[in-house]
C-alpha cells in the first residue's frame, strides 16, 4: 500500500505570497492532519479534516486553512506569507477519527522556505 | 509552560549502549502515549503505541507510561547506528489532537 505523499517537497516563496500544500493519504484513510515542524517549537498541530470537515484546530492565525475533498486528498493554504512561516509541512492520515487508537501514519513533509 | 516537555539533546551513544528518552507532561487528561522516530530529511514514522500505564516492549524497544508521575520513557537496547534519529513523544486525551514533545536528537556512534 503506497504511503501519504506530499506535493511538492521544497517551496520557495517571498513575504505576502501565498502558497497551496497537498496531501495525499494512505488508501482507505479518511482523516487527515496537518503540522508544522520548526526547530524552535518542534511539532505542532494545525488542523484535521475527515469526511471534507474539520475537527480539530491548532493555534494558528486564520492565514492558515485547509481543506478536504471527497477522495480523503487535502490542501492547505498559507496566505500573507511571513518568514516565520518557513517550515517544514507534514501531513498525517489515519483510518478513523479523534479515537487515538488509530495510528497515523506520516508523509515526508513540504519544506517551505520564505524569503 | 509546554504541555509536553522533552530533553532536545543531542544525546551521542556508543554502539551497543542502552539508551533511555523521557518525556514530562502536565495534563492528567492525556491516555495515550506515543513514540515516533524521525530520520533526518523525512517524515516520523510510529515507533511505540500504550493506552494508560504501564510498560510495552517490541524487540529492543521498551516504552513506560508512569501516569501518576506524569513521565513517560522509552528504552532502546543494544543501540545500533541506525537507531541515530530524532525521537518525538506525543499524547492525547480521548478525541482530542496529538502533542508533540520537542524531539531528542539521538547519535549512536560505532
Known amino acids: 500500500k503506497a504511503g501519504v505523499t506530499q506535493t511538492p517537497r521544497y517551496l520557495i516563496k517571498t513575504r505576502g505570497q501565498q502558497v497551496t500544500l497537498s496531501c495525499s493519504p494512505i488508501?482507505?484513510?479518511?482523516?487527515v492532519s496537518w503540522y508544522q515542524q520548526t526547530p524552535g517549537q518542534g511539532l505542532q498541530f494545525l488542523f484535521e479534516y475527515f469526511s471534507e470537515t474539520q475537527r480539530n484546530k491548532g493555534n494558528f492565525p486564520g492565514r492558515f486553512s485547509g481543506r478536504q475533498f471527497s477522495n480523503s486528498r487535502s490542501e492547505m493554504n498559507v496566505s500573507t506569507l511571513e518568514l516565520g512561516d518557513s517550515a517544514l509541512y507534514l501531513c498525517a492520515s489515519r483510518q478513523g477519527l479523534a479515537t487515538s487508537t488509530d495510528t497515523q501514519y506520516f508523509g515526508p513533509g513540504t519544506r517551505l522556505t520564505v524569503l | 509552560q509546554k504541555e509536553v516537555e522533552q530533553d532536545p539533546g543531542p544525546l551521542s551513544v556508543p554502539e551497543g549502549a542502552i539508551v533511555s528518552l523521557n518525556c514530562t507532561y502536565s495534563n492528567s487528561a492525556f491516555q495515550y502515549f506515543m513514540w515516533y522516530r524521525q530520520y533526518s530529511r523525512k517524515g516520523p514514522e510510529l515507533l511505540m503505541y500504550?493506552?494508560?500505564?504501564g510498560n510495552k516492549e517490541d524487540g529492543r524497544f521498551t516504552a513506560q507510561v508512569d501516569k501518576s508521575s506524569k513521565y513517560i520513557s522509552l528504552f532502546i537496547r543494544d543501540s545500533q547506528p541506525s537507531d541515530s534519529a530524532t525521537y518525538l513523544c506525543?499524547?492525547?486525551?480521548?478525541?482530542?489532537?496529538?502533542?508533540f514533545g520537542q524531539g531528542t536528537e539521538l547519535s549512536v556512534k560505532p
Open positions: 500504550t493506552y494508560s500505564s
Open positions: 506525543a499524547m492525547s486525551a480521548v478525541g482530542g489532537k496529538l502533542i
Open positions: 488508501s482507505g484513510h479518511r482523516s
